[in-house]
Nanobody, 124 residues
Framework: QVQLVESGGGLVQAGGSLRLSCAAS????????MGWFRQAPGKEREFVGA????????YSGDSVKGRFTISRDNAKSTVYLQMNSLKPEDTATYYC?????????????????WGKGTLVTVPS
C-alpha cells in the first residue's frame, strides 16, 4: 500500500517562504508523476503543480506561477514544493498526489494516490 505523507506546513507571514515535502512510502512510485493540489475552506480544489518522473515536464497553476517551484528527489521518493512570496490567498490545505500520467493531473483526474494534506496559513 502506498502512502504519501506531507510535511512542512505551518503559519508564515505574507511575503515569506515555506517548503513542503511529500514522502512516498510503501513502494517506489517508479514512473509516477507527482503533484500538489490545494483546497481553501469553502472553495474547490485547485491544481498547484506537477512534475514528471524524470523532472523534464513541469506544470504550474496560474495562480502560483513565478512564486512556487516543484521539484523531486527520486532517490528519496520525495517531492517538494518551494513556496515564495506567499499571500493570504495561498492559505489552504495542500495535498500531495501521484499519478501514472502527468497529462491528466491538472484536472485532478486519474490520480492514483493522495496524501492527507498539510495546512498552510498566511494571515492577512
Amino acid at each position: 500500500q502506498v502512502q504519501l505523507v506531507e510535511s512542512g506546513g505551518g503559519l508564515v507571514q505574507a511575503g515569506g517562504s515555506l517548503r513542503l515535502s511529500c514522502a512516498a512510502s510503501g513502494r517506489i512510485l517508479r514512473y509516477y508523476a507527482m503533484g500538489w493540489f490545494r483546497q481553501a475552506p469553502g472553495k474547490e480544489r485547485e491544481f498547484v503543480g506537477a512534475i514528471s518522473w524524470g523532472g523534464d515536464t513541469i506544470y504550474s497553476g496560474d495562480s502560483v506561477k513565478g512564486r512556487f517551484t516543484i521539484s523531486r528527489d527520486n532517490a528519496k521518493s520525495t517531492v517538494y514544493l518551494q513556496m515564495n512570496s506567499l499571500k493570504p490567498e495561498d492559505t489552504a490545505t495542500y495535498y500531495c498526489a501521484a499519478a501514472i500520467s502527468i497529462a491528466t493531473m491538472q484536472s485532478g483526474n486519474g490520480i492514483d494516490y493522495w496524501g492527507k494534506g498539510t495546512l498552510v496559513t498566511v494571515p492577512s
